[in-house]
Structure formats: C-alpha cells, structure tokens
C-alpha cells in the first residue's frame, strides 16, 4: 500500500500496469493508501472519480483489498508516525527545490483527517470547487450569485471565507484570526498561510472546518437542509471522532 500511484506499474493490466491519467504534480509521492476510504477497507470511489480517468478507475476498482495481513504502513498517507526513510526524506527536500510547495502538499496529505475533507481542501486549493461562479465561467450555468445572500458571486473565497455564515463557523472554531483574506487572494493562498502559521493539529482542524462549510453548503443547495452554525460544528467533531475510532479499532482488529 506504500507503492506510489504514479509511474508505478501496480494495475492488473499486462500491456500497461501505469495509470494513463495524467498525474498533478503535487500528487507525485502519493501512495495506494490514498486512494482508500477511511475504514482502509475499500476503494474512495469519491477520490477515484475525482483523480482517474474510467480506465484507471475499473482496473482499480477490479482490486480486492486484504482485510488481513495488513501491513503497518498501510494508513502511509494519513499516519503522522509514518516511517521516513533517508531516501525519502533526501528526495522531499530535492523536491523542495524543483516544486514548489512541495512541503505544503506533504502536510496537507498527512493530517489526521478521512480523505473526503483532505480531498475537499486539495480540490479548493486546485480552484476546483463547483461553485457558481466556476460552473458560469464554464457555461454550466447561467447564474453566478451565491445561494445564501443572494447579493454576491458565489466564488470559492466567498463561500469558504468571506459571506456570514463561514465567518461565523470560523469563529466557533477559534480560528477567526487565521483567516486573513488579501485583494486577488485564491483559496490557495490563504490555504498556504493557514498551513505555514499554524500547527498540524491545528491545520486540521482547518481542513474540518472547509468541509464542514462546503457540506453546509451542499445540504442547502441540493437538498434544502438548513444547519445552524453549532450543528456545522458538532456534526464535523463528531465525523472526526468516528473516523478516529473506526481507525483505533481498524488497528487493535489487525493486531488480534
Ligand atoms: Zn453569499
């Protein structure tokens, strides 16, 4: 599961064992464990369908993964007690050089967080997010104006940061003065501040919050659900929680 998705031949396809889909740099050193769910016992269709194309997603769909003789490094992608080999930690900083960002993708990839919120904040950063604005540039749809105030453009920055609601989730997360937003900000910059003042634990519970407010959003968009901000709050600690114990128990089973 520490096998590399990229450039590494580990599909069941004996002409080509790579994924065709082309690889967005800051995804290079991503591994299979990546692109599981949070259980680590079945494939994220969500991340599959966001990362591959068809071909890739049917081959790796086709792999069973074991419930048993699990390896250690198996939670790789989202364990901070991952093991660093020289080697790895050699071609990180080289990679510091020739990418940038590189240390930022690494601790974003890292947090204790289930994949869907880690994958949310990934897709912002990549101005990826289908907001209304997004969807009008490109000719999806015609309306640009957010569907909570009804006055501005529905940007990223706006839905994320900037209207009421967000100011007011970002507060009850404690994390109002981390959110600075300058002119001509994308989410990725403010992302980047985010992730270079504050600690792991911390930018965590800042990738919680982005998808608590993107789901918000969702839950109001398509289905008309109205949450108030202390619900947005507890319903996000109380996925992480039982993410984290489904986690802990993944653990002990493999360990009995
Ligand atoms: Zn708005």
Redesign the pocket.
């Known amino acids: 599961m520490s096998t590399r998705v990229w450039r590494v031949p580990w599909l069941p396809d004996s002409r080509d064992g790579c994924l065709i889909t082309e690889m967005p740099i800051e995804l290079e050193e991503t591994t299979v464990a990546g692109l599981m769910d949070e259980s680590g016992l079945k494939w994220d269709e969500d991340i599959l369908q966001d990362l591959c194309n068809e071909r890739d997603r049917e081959l790796i769909l086709q792999i069973p993964i074991p419930v048993q003789n699990r390896e250690d490094n198996w939670f790789w992608l989202f364990d901070s007690n991952r093991n660093f080999s020289v080697k790895s930690g050699y071609r990180q900083l080289q990679g510091e050089i020739q990418k940038p960002h590189a240390k930022f993708w690494s601790r974003l990839w890292n947090l204790q967080l289930p994949g869907k919120v880690v994958n949310l904040v990934w897709r912002a950063c990549r101005a990826c997010l289908p907001t209304m604005m997004a969807l009008a540039t490109k000719r999806v749809s015609a309306d640009k104006v957010?569907p909570?105030?009804l006055?501005?453009e529905?940007t990223d920055i706006?839905?994320l940061f900037d209207?009421s609601f967000a100011r007011s989730v970002w507060l009850v997360f404690g994390l109002q003065n981390s959110i600075q937003l300058n002119c001509n900000d994308k989410v990725f910059d403010v992302v980047l501040r985010v992730f270079e003042s504050l600690s792991l634990e911390k930018c965590a519970l800042f990738g919680l919050a982005c998808w608590s407010i993107w789901k918000r959003r969702n839950d109001w968009v398509w289905s008309k659900v109205k949450v108030s901000v202390q619900g947005v709050k507890a319903g996000a600690m109380t996925m992480l929680q039982d993410w984290k114990n489904a986690k802990k128990n993944e653990v002990q089973n493999s360990q009995e």
């Open positions: 957010c909570w105030c006055q501005m529905e706006h839905v209207y």
